[in-house]
């Protein structure tokens, strides 16, 4: 599957961005979709996941309760909604795909940048 993300930009400490991922090119709705980000100077690291069905979804504490995974079986597409953004979610966000197991397949990744 190859996966296309997009939608990140600038925002202010306390803003909303919503970023986007586009699937193409295997059955979208057999894999679990994820998003991970890196920080300069930092490793890269989970932030939300969604299951097939979207009734399962998980966060990182970090994030939990500002940020909304979502996806779209009929338009292979998968949504990070970013509320009460601050200067610590600075980073590359990837959206990331898996069947089971560890994630196998990365999008080329996108920057959000939030200023305080």
């Known amino acids: 599957v190859q996966l296309q993300a997009y939608g990140g930009g600038l925002a202010q400490a306390g803003g909303s961005l919503r970023l986007s991922c586009a699937a193409s090119?295997?059955?979208?709705?057999?894999?679990?979709m994820g998003w991970f980000r890196q920080a300069p100077g930092k490793e890269r690291e989970f932030v939300a996941e969604?299951?097939?069905?979207?009734?399962?979804?998980s966060y990182a504490d970090s994030v939990k309760d500002r940020f909304t995974i979502s996806r779209d079986n009929a338009n292979n597409a998968v949504y990070l909604q970013m509320n009460s953004l601050k200067p610590e979610d600075t980073a590359v966000y990837y959206c990331?795909?898996?069947?089971?197991?560890?994630?196998?397949?990365w999008g080329q990744g996108t920057l959000v940048t939030v200023s305080s």
């Open positions: 090119g295997r059955i979208f709705s057999d894999f679990v």
């Open positions: 969604i299951r097939r069905s979207s009734r399962i979804t």
């Open positions: 990331a795909a898996r069947y089971d197991g560890s994630y196998s397949f």
